[in-house]
């Protein structure tokens, strides 16, 4: 029932806000017991309201139930190196987040590096906005840390 009350929370508070992007997008991997999982993208939302650079990714799931997933995806840098992937990866372990290096636009080559936190719940929707916010925060100071002390 949670999953019904979650889509229906989405499509009226989230995808009326939102600017769904347009194009086809490469699937997902995550690695289940062992074994390689393709998730499929059905749908990229811009949560352009009071979110900037965060994303609602919704994959079609490999299992049959639930039938859809849905991802709140938070841009940390617009092009990705193996040196952030380090950097952010303390963090993302810490608080069970999945890093993945994307191209969020089809169109353009560069690649990014976004967080994602899955959303199964309501409740898990506001609590993701702010851990996704509070990692970009943390993430930015490290690099601005970095800098300084090359300067």
Do not use: C, W
């Not at 939102?18 to 194009?23: A, F, R, V």
């Amino acid at each position: 029932m949670s999953q019904r009350e979650l889509k229906v929370f989405l499509q009226n508070q989230v995808f009326k806000k939102s600017t769904k992007l347009k194009g086809k997008f490469a699937p997902f991997s995550e690695i289940i017991d062992n074994e390689l999982r393709v998730l499929k993208i059905r749908d990229i939302y811009y949560l352009s309201e009071n979110l900037k650079n965060f994303y609602l990714v919704i994959v079609k799931n490999y299992s049959k139930h639930p039938k859809e997933r849905y991802f709140l995806a938070a841009l940390l840098a617009s092009q990705s190196s193996d040196l952030l992937v380090i950097l952010a990866n303390k963090f993302a372990q810490k608080h069970t987040l999945k890093l993945v290096q994307y191209a969020i636009n089809p169109k353009q080559l560069r690649i990014s590096l976004i967080s994602l936190k899955e959303i199964e719940k309501i409740e898990d929707y506001s609590f993701s906005v702010e851990l996704l916010k509070e990692f970009r925060t943390t993430f930015r100071n490290i690099l601005g840390k970095i800098k300084n002390t090359l300067e």
